[in-house]
Structures are given as structure tokens and as C-alpha cells.
């Protein structure tokens, strides 16, 4: 038996931690993954209400956004108040798929780390991981990373949409950062093994979406944004002999640095964090 095998077994199910939850009189916050427990005990330190974190685990479900949401559902149905979630937008609002639950909030952009980007930590974290002669402008260098991750945003949507089952697991970074769109469209697409009339297919598809001029906030993929920056920080702007940043630990520089802005004293009130 693997490790994921024994992991999962181990895991509770929604229902299961619904149950854990209901007998328990504290309050809760349900989060997808461990990058945004990091962020709101961050936040928790700067003010907002204290919760205890549980992190899903996918047991039972398609992933750890449907986990959040069932246990949301199941705690609503028991008219239980102790618990709320936050799950990523992903690809709802250019959808028009939201699914309004109570107690169950989305981040105000696609994900996680669009928040983190679009925050001042940004401007702190790019002035620790560049050099003072290669340093960019913030705005600048965000341009770069929007600019060069919206083509594979917009594959991941139509993957999405189609149910394509493209692999996005192994992205060259390097390749996103120095080509232009289109070659590197076309050099995602033959990895995938496509024949022709479904290259033709999926470039059509592409297209029509490109001609929505969808806000970078809401086709860009966080992991795509730290990825590419994570492969800046080589050398561009970086030092002759630099070290590497990878995008987990640009991440946690980035929540180290995030400051929450408002008076919020709990998680329904953060205006500048989720789509309220």
C-alpha cells in the first residue's frame, strides 16, 4: 500500500469531519489546501477572528473544493453557524458558475495567490528577490507574469469547458517565459498528442476565448504567476550567481508579507480577500 493509499484511508470524509465539527462548540474555518491555512492563521495574527483550520483531503469527492463545499452543506443542513469555507473562484465567475452556498465564500480573484500578487506584499518581496540593477518596476513584473501566463490560463479553461484532460502537471516555465503565445501554444499542444483536426479544434476554441478579453485575474493561474516569477529570479532579475527562489517559498514570502487593510474582525468581512 503507497503512502496515498494509507494517507486517504486515514482522511476523514466530509461527512465524517461535519460530524467531528457538530460536536464540537468552536468555531471552524474549512480551507482546500495548506498554502491557505499559512495565509489566514497569517491574517489571524494581524487581527482577524481566531478559527481553528481544517484542511480538506478529497476523500469522497472530485478534489478538495467539492470537499469544502459538502462540508459547508452538511453543517447548513444540521443549522450548525461554528463553520465556514473559502474555495478557490477557478474558472466559476468567467463561467457564470458560481454556486452561492451558506457560510461558503470564494477568493476575490481565481485563487490564492492572485490576492498575494495583486497585494503591497508584492512590492516587499520584489525588492528582496531581485538584484537593485536587474530590479522591474512592480507593475512591470506583473505585466510579465500576466502577460506570459494568460495563454495557459486560457488552456485551462478550455480544458475546463471540454473536459479535454490536458496534463498541466509538468509546465515548462521556461519555455511559457521565452516564447511568444503561439509557439508556445503550439509546443503545449503537441506534447498532448493531438491529431490534427483536434489541434484545429482546441486553436478555435482558444481563439473565440482570447476574443473575450477576459481580466488577467481571472484566467491566470496562481501556481502559472509564481512559476514564472520563480524562473525569473535564475538569472533576469537576479544576480550574475543568483539562488533560485521556488514558488513555494516565494509564496510564503509573499503571505509573510501580506497585510490585512481593513477592520475586518472575521473572515466575512475581508473585502480585499474574497468576492463578497
Given at each position: 500500500?503507497?503512502?496515498?493509499?494509507?494517507?486517504?484511508?486515514?482522511?476523514?470524509?466530509?461527512?465524517?469531519?461535519?460530524?467531528?465539527?457538530?460536536?464540537?462548540?468552536?468555531?471552524?474555518?474549512?480551507?482546500?489546501?495548506?498554502?491557505?491555512?499559512?495565509?489566514?492563521?497569517?491574517?489571524?495574527?494581524?487581527?482577524?477572528?481566531?478559527?481553528?483550520?481544517?484542511?480538506?483531503?478529497?476523500?469522497?469527492?472530485?478534489?478538495?473544493?467539492?470537499?469544502?463545499?459538502?462540508?459547508?452543506?452538511?453543517?447548513?443542513?444540521?443549522?450548525?453557524?461554528?463553520?465556514?469555507?473559502?474555495?478557490?473562484?477557478?474558472?466559476?465567475?468567467?463561467?457564470?458558475?458560481?454556486?452561492?452556498?451558506?457560510?461558503?465564500?470564494?477568493?476575490?480573484?481565481?485563487?490564492?495567490?492572485?490576492?498575494?500578487?495583486?497585494?503591497?506584499?508584492?512590492?516587499?518581496?520584489?525588492?528582496?528577490?531581485?538584484?537593485?540593477?536587474k530590479k522591474l518596476r512592480d507593475?512591470?513584473?506583473?505585466?510579465?507574469?500576466?502577460?506570459?501566463?494568460?495563454?495557459?490560463?486560457?488552456?485551462?479553461?478550455?480544458?475546463?469547458?471540454?473536459?479535454?484532460?490536458?496534463?498541466?502537471?509538468?509546465?515548462?516555465?521556461?519555455?511559457?517565459?521565452?516564447?511568444?503565445?503561439?509557439?508556445?501554444?503550439?509546443?503545449?499542444?503537441?506534447?498532448?498528442?493531438?491529431?490534427?483536426?483536434?489541434?484545429?479544434?482546441?486553436?478555435?476554441?482558444?481563439?473565440?476565448?482570447?476574443?473575450?478579453?477576459?481580466?488577467?485575474?481571472?484566467?491566470?493561474?496562481?501556481?502559472?504567476?509564481?512559476?514564472?516569477?520563480?524562473?525569473?529570479?535564475?538569472?533576469?532579475?537576479?544576480?550574475?550567481?543568483?539562488?533560485?527562489?521556488?514558488?513555494?517559498?516565494?509564496?510564503?514570502?509573499?503571505?509573510?508579507?501580506?497585510?490585512?487593510?481593513?477592520?475586518?474582525?472575521?473572515?466575512?468581512?475581508?473585502?480585499?480577500?474574497?468576492?463578497?
Amino acid at each position: 500500500m503507497d503512502k496515498g493509499t494509507t494517507i486517504e484511508k486515514m482522511s476523514l470524509s466530509p461527512v465524517e469531519l461535519a460530524d467531528e465539527l457538530s460536536m464540537i462548540n468552536k468555531d471552524y474555518l474549512v480551507v482546500e489546501g495548506q498554502s491557505d491555512k499559512n495565509f489566514w492563521e497569517h491574517l489571524q495574527q494581524e487581527g482577524l477572528k481566531k478559527r481553528q483550520i481544517r484542511v480538506a483531503n478529497k476523500k469522497q469527492c472530485s478534489g478538495n473544493k467539492e470537499y469544502v463545499k459538502r462540508v459547508i452543506t452538511i453543517m447548513n443542513q444540521r443549522n450548525r453557524e461554528n463553520v465556514i469555507g473559502i474555495i478557490d473562484l477557478d474558472y466559476d465567475f468567467v463561467q457564470n458558475n458560481i454556486e452561492y452556498i451558506d457560510n461558503l465564500y470564494y477568493y476575490r480573484y481565481i485563487d490564492l495567490e492572485n490576492i498575494l500578487v495583486q497585494s503591497s506584499a508584492f512590492s516587499e518581496v520584489n525588492a528582496l528577490i531581485s538584484s537593485s540593477k536587474k530590479k522591474l518596476r512592480d507593475d512591470d513584473l506583473k505585466d510579465i507574469l500576466y502577460e506570459k501566463s494568460y495563454i495557459l490560463g486560457i488552456l485551462r479553461l478550455v480544458n475546463d469547458i471540454e473536459k479535454y484532460n490536458f496534463s498541466f502537471e509538468e509546465v515548462d516555465y521556461k519555455k511559457l517565459l521565452d516564447y511568444d503565445k503561439e509557439k508556445f501554444l503550439q509546443y503545449f499542444l503537441s506534447k498532448m498528442d493531438l491529431k490534427k483536426v483536434q489541434r484545429s479544434k482546441v486553436c478555435s476554441e482558444i481563439e473565440e476565448l482570447i476574443k473575450r478579453e477576459y481580466d488577467y485575474k481571472y484566467i491566470c493561474n496562481g501556481h502559472d504567476l509564481l512559476g514564472i516569477l520563480s524562473q525569473l529570479t535564475k538569472k533576469k532579475i537576479s544576480n550574475d550567481n543568483p539562488i533560485q527562489y521556488t514558488e513555494e517559498i516565494i509564496e510564503k514570502m509573499l503571505v509573510l508579507g501580506y497585510r490585512k487593510m481593513e477592520t475586518a474582525l472575521d473572515v466575512g468581512e475581508c473585502l480585499n480577500e474574497l468576492l463578497i
